[in-house]
């Protein structure tokens, strides 16, 4: 299983941008799914979650901002990044629960925020 990440690029304070990420397999249920961020020097940490009953979770930082949504794809999601700010700034990873101890991690997609 592979999880292709996209989206990331450059923007200036208050701009948007919008991540997505499917994974290469199809899978008979919907799994979890989650974005993270991470910047150097600093671990990993949860940017939002979506469940497999479509219950979302944001980090503090995000709330009102970034929304965690299902793609039109099984087992695909999008992080919509609105009102960006510099400190936004970071390589994205989405993540995808293959089961409660299993995760698989997409490759990295780097979102820098100019202010």
């Known amino acids: 299983v592979q999880l292709q990440a996209s989206g990331g690029g450059s923007v200036q304070a208050g701009g948007s941008l919008r991540l997505s990420c499917a994974a290469s397999?199809?899978?008979?249920?919907?799994?979890?799914m989650a974005w993270y961020r991470q910047t150097p020097g600093t671990e990993r940490e949860l940017v939002a979650s979506?469940?497999?009953?479509?219950?979302?979770d944001y980090a503090d930082s995000v709330k009102g901002r970034f929304t965690i949504a299902r793609g039109s794809a099984i087992n695909s999601v999008y992080l919509q990044m609105n009102n960006l700010q510099p400190e936004d700034t970071a390589t994205y990873y989405c993540?995808?629960?293959?089961?409660?101890?299993?995760?698989?991690w997409g490759q990295g997609t780097q979102v820098t925020v100019s202010s």
């Open positions: 993540r995808i629960a293959l089961n409660k101890m299993i995760y698989m």
């Open positions: 397999q199809a899978f008979s249920d919907i799994k979890p």
């Open positions: 979506i469940d497999a009953g479509d219950n979302t």
